[in-house]
């Protein structure tokens, strides 16, 4: 079994400033990329921000400058650095890992439940 569980989620202020975590755990071989989704009400999911098992980061332009993806290997966990946010960034908050399980050879993307994120004054 693998859980994905995503942790940081609340009400901020807009302007103000978010760290979301998200951990890996179970019969885990191997991870490759991780990362965060976010879907808002009436609208699709969208992807936020990926970064690679080396480090290689990917932003969707309406976060660049905003926020910062990283994480720690040994760990298995993923985190969101989120400043300066804004009303529209009101969303649930996915994070994924696309691992390969022990035992298995193909990897599959697991998902987080999700974590809320309500940005208002």
């Known amino acids: 079994q693998v859980q994905v569980v995503e942790s940081g989620g609340g009400l901020v202020q807009p302007g103000g400033s978010l760290r979301l975590s998200c951990a890996a755990s179970g019969s885990i071989s191997s991870i490759n990329a991780m990362g965060w989704y976010r879907q808002a009400p009436g609208k699709q999911r969208e992807m936020v921000a990926i970064?690679?098992?080396?480090?290689?980061?990917n932003y969707a332009d309406f976060v660049k400058g905003r926020f910062t993806i990283s994480r720690d290997n040994a760990k298995n966990t993923v985190y969101l650095q989120m400043n300066s946010l804004k009303p529209e960034d009101t969303a649930v908050y996915y994070c994924?890992?696309?691992?390969?399980?022990?035992?298995?050879?193909?990897?599959?993307?697991?998902w987080g439940q999700g974590t809320q994120v309500t940005v208002s004054s």
């Open positions: 994924y890992a696309d691992l390969i399980r022990i035992g298995h050879y193909v990897p599959h993307n697991y």
């Open positions: 970064i690679s098992t080396s480090g290689r980061t």
